[in-house]
């Protein structure tokens, strides 16, 4: 068997502090595999090293992990979600995804909703779309703070984004101090390539079902929407927390290099299986003997 191809992923970190022009991100670089069965074979081996991690994760019950997706409609978050966690045990991994919050949760703060399904130590935690969503497509759709029904003097234009930006930041330090890694993927889609993969789902009939008129109404807000991302990514990208830019015209390459990075973020956690005392090993010891008998 070849190598495995080594992907830098500090390449698509956005450094804490970095003010970000997405017109300077890649939407498709080299591939990072040679053929199509070279990705296939990359992609079997990250999925049984996740497998692998994501046991000790659950036996050392120690951290949790928190993966965020966010990223324009067709992006493929849910093709990446799917292809790259095939190999996790589900008992120790769960999905959220978040669309329009419910009346109960307009009552809450806009991180109530979200808060509630953070994953426990031992266990990794999905969120398709999430509470950045509160300052993406609340900022592009200005009218859906009326909904929320905050008070007016806390919807002052700009402000309002600067400190749910900063309660965002503090939740995730807070969050990382406790045990929880965050790592989060914008997966960056061009405008044509949209284009293109909407055109796929009007054409192959059972990709019918992904497509909606809404879809089409939002990419009239691309230019707003690449405003809205490139500030919340500049304002809560942090060293503990950070935010990943990945090219997503090239879904195979995005999903190698997501996983990679997941990778990574494991390998820094540094874990083991939980070692056994003296007392354990003995206890273990005499229940082998009476098995044996």
């Known amino acids: 068997m070849g190598a495995i191809m080594k992907i830098e992923t500090k390449d698509f970190q956005v450094a804490e502090g970095h ?22 074979k990359q992609l079997k081996h990250h999925v049984a090293e996740l497998s692998r991690q994501q046991r000790m994760l659950y036996a050392g019950n120690q951290h949790a992990v928190l993966l965020i997706f966010q990223a324009m409609d067709a992006a493929g978050k849910d093709g990446a979600i799917r292809h790259v966690m095939s190999g996790i045990n589900p008992q120790g991994c769960q999905v959220f995804s978040f669309k329009h919050p419910s009346a109960e949760e307009l009552d809450h ?106 879809d089409i109404k939002e990419r009239q807000y691309w230019k707003a929407y690449m405003q809205a991302y490139e500030d919340c990514l500049g304002a809560t990208s942090t060293a503990q927390s950070p935010w990943f830019v990945v090219p997503a015209d090239d879904k195979k390459n995005a999903r190698l290099i997501v996983s990679q990075i997941i990778l990574d973020t494991f390998a820094d956690l540094k874990m083991s299986y939980p070692k056994v005392d003296a007392v354990r090993e003995q206890e273990l010891q005499s229940i082998r003997a009476q098995l044996v008998e």
């Open 19 to 40: 003010k970000v022009s997405l017109d300077k991100w890649p939407t498709r670089v080299e591939p990072v595999y040679k053929s199509n069965a070279d990705y296939k």
């Open 109 to 214: 703060d806009f991180l109530w909703r979200t808060t509630r399904d953070l994953p426990e130590r031992g266990r990794i935690g999905i969120f398709n779309r999430s509470y950045y969503e509160e300052v993406l497509i609340v900022r592009v759709h200005p009218e859906i703070l009326i909904s929320e029904g905050l008070p007016d003097a806390l919807k002052k234009e700009n402000q309002i984004w600067r400190d749910r930006y900063r309660s965002i930041t503090d939740l995730e330090r807070h969050l990382h101090e406790n045990g929880t890694r965050i790592v989060k993927f914008f997966l960056h889609l061009s405008k044509d390539e949209q284009r293109k993969r909407f055109l796929d789902r009007i054409d192959a009939p059972e990709k019918n079902w992904k497509f909606s008129i809404d």
